[in-house]
């Protein structure tokens, strides 16, 4: 299996090629190879395979054609500019997110054989808002340019999967939690923050009321659902290769008594409540909760973890790297 | 009132200007000027205000800078490669329909004040089939590269609405009966030759069963519909710029019936049946009817003529041109 990571030097990228690197197959089958593709190339990855890590711009055609060779099994896409970022640079959301993806269409067209694409699509790209509780067939009507560009994306592979030009798979990514690092210009940012932050030890605020649902998901299982992804049987999912994966609709509070019985009352002491009306016009679009109907039950994605198994989570996989990345 | 029509050497783009000229005003408005652009630069038209005819590529952005100049009102954007072109040909359906409506929404942003745009969208975005009837927030899931080109469209310009570059509105105009001139390239072309054909006293092929229902509109409606978009209130159609417009519900069997009705058994005697089943693959996924409760009661979209009124119209319309330009 040749794969490539568009996107490998993010933060889901890292933790996908790092899992295929300790498990050296995927779906039974040798891992023959791995390219990581970014903006900067991704730093070496040790693995038994060969990995190639290569810079540059996504909606570059040659630059794509070139991370993406011959003989190419499985491309996953993840390349994207974040949604508070896209709304705030139009230009670049639109070379990124929409140029991006014509040109991963077209250099997978150019292939041989049509490689399976696993595009990570988002919660963005519907409206419907804290009430919502969307089916399957919900429509896409995105209240943000980073969503209106993950909905177009996924027009363009469903039809190029159509045509028999690629094979994807669309996941509908819910707000992943917990990701380590710094804080980014995802409108989201605030759902990790409310819980990383404090365990780290640091003050952090909470743009929204405690009430507030968010449809979230954990890095470990984003992860499983890649890899499932990546391999499963497409046929059943005929036209439709959009997926609502199983994620969890989880109100801020519900998170942060999560985080008080992880690591006590004086980590949840660590979030100011600090009303934020742009950050609210974004994520407040948003549907607070959908079925999965499709992805659970014909599709075989796995279910969500619960509150604390995700805070432990974090403490067990990226507490200690991100102390060491911000030098605290 | 400064309009550029798009597509304005084609069937509805001819259709709609020659009534501007006609009425010399839009909304209560002086016409002041209107620019006719297409492949090939439209035929002059008389009117009582200047008209500009362009040739050039939709998909070029100089050029469409150029039809849509500083001080346009309303952009009318007609232009594009019809369903089972952009089915067979998909770089140039991708170049048309998808890039020339990139360059529209980037004129566009351009000029000083946002103009209103008149995008024409299509019932071929949606699936569903015969037995469909679908509500105003049902989902596109094209089965068709025209289609998904479409709707991709739809998503640009609502999110340019959004962003306040421009005022869209996104009509997904039914299959329009009865077109002049000769068959074309669209997989609906059927529905009109079954009609114009026998008018003009020339045999032609049903290549579907007569029970099969089509979702259908007039030209004289369709060019309602737009000079209603060109003017309207958009405020309450709020962040869903699409239009499902109150088209008619018909099955090929009473559209025949219309025919006989109107101009005799003899004509009804000139269709002979003809399954071909690539082109019922492409309608065969079109929904068979819509709600159009939006548009109805909401937006002031103006209803349907009967079938009967349509091949009137057409006879009152467009029978003797389309015998001169085919020499009969």
Redesign the interface.
Known sequence: MQITILGGGGFLGRKLAGRLAREGTLGGKAITGLTLFDLQAPPALEAPFPVRCLGGDVADAATVRQAIPAGTDVVVHLAAVVSAQAEAD?DLGMQVNLHGTLAVLQACRALPKPPRVVFTSSVASF?GGQEARLED???????N?YG?QK??GE??L??AS??GFLDAVNIRLPTVIIRPGRPNKAASSFVSAILREPLLGLDTELPVPEDFAVWICSPRRAVDWFLHAMTMDTGPMG??RGINPPGRSATVGKMLSALEAVAGPAARARVQHAPDPAIAAIVGTWPGSFTADRARHLLGFSEQESLEQIVQGFIEDDLAATRAERGL
């Open positions: 139009f409206s067939d919900a429509r896409q009507l995105p209240g340019s209106a909905a177009i027009l363009l469903q039809d159509r045509k036209l439709d």
